[in-house]
């Protein structure tokens, strides 16, 4: 069974370029999450898709960030401009059912100059 | 808040035992997590308690106090792969549903010889 996948492994842009993150999470799960961890802090919650359907995005930063998840399979995850301060490894998780455990991706290592 | 305290480092010896600990605001508690993650790897499921008690799982075990906010997790026999760093994770009560979790910063253990 194929796991959680994201994709790029690692980007690096400009300040004030858009970038756009994908994550492919197993097939099945209707759950998906995204979390961000900045460096030298704690990983963060972003935002929960049930299916195609934001369940909780409490945790975006500011409306730079647009998370989409049409179909309800992939999602993609879009920060437009990208800022310094958008730096960090970007997390993708996905469960079969609320409550049980989240797979996660190896996650996408954005790097704004 | 939802501050979770857990060690930044701790050190042991191949063979031995180590114990990390975690500590967590107790409002909106929804099961304790821990995950491994080797660096540049994807963060990989160890244990979950939702109930007070041990849960043991070969090498690995994990214990769960929901009236103190305490969990730790214990590895016995240790090996030179299970030095990576061990996220602690809570999972929240979210309104309609979601396994939103809030990690700690992660403890790095290094096994030495």
């Known amino acids: 069974e194929a796991g959680v996948t994201q994709f790029p492994s690692h980007s690096v842009i400009e300040k004030g370029q858009t970038v756009t993150l994908r994550c492919d999470p197993i097939s099945g799960h209707d759950n998906l999450y995204w979390y961000r961890r900045v460096m030298g802090k704690e990983i963060k919650f972003l935002l929960h898709f049930v299916k195609e359907s934001k369940q909780d995005e409490s945790g975006m930063p500011n409306n730079r960030f647009l998370a989409e998840r049409t179909g309800g399979t992939y999602s993609t995850l879009k920060v437009q401009p990208a800022e310094l301060e958008d730096s960090g490894v970007y997390f993708c998780?996905?469960?079969?059912?609320?409550?049980?455990?989240?797979?996660f991706g190896q996650g996408t290592r954005l790097t704004v100059v | 808040g939802q501050n979770i305290d857990q060690p930044t480092e701790m050190t042991a010896t191949e063979g031995a035992i180590v114990q990390i600990n975690c500590t967590y605001q107790?409002?909106?508690?929804?099961?304790l997590f821990w995950y491994q993650q080797h660096a540049g790897e994807a963060p990989t499921f160890l244990s979950y308690?939702?109930?007070?008690g041990l849960e043991e799982k070969g090498r690995f075990s994990s214990f769960l106090s929901r009236s103190k906010g305490y969990s730790y997790l214990l590895l016995k026999e240790l090996q030179m792969k299970d030095s990576a760093s061990y996220l602690c994770?809570?999972?929240?009560?979210?309104?309609?549903?979601?396994?939103?979790?809030?990690f700690g910063t992660g403890t790095q253990l290094k096994v030495e010889l």
């Open positions: 998780a996905s469960s079969q059912e609320v409550g049980l455990r989240a797979f």
């Open positions: 308690n939702v109930l007070d």
């Open positions: 994770a809570k999972a929240g009560v979210v309104t309609g549903g979601g396994n939103k979790l809030t």
């Open positions: 107790t409002s909106g508690f929804n099961g």
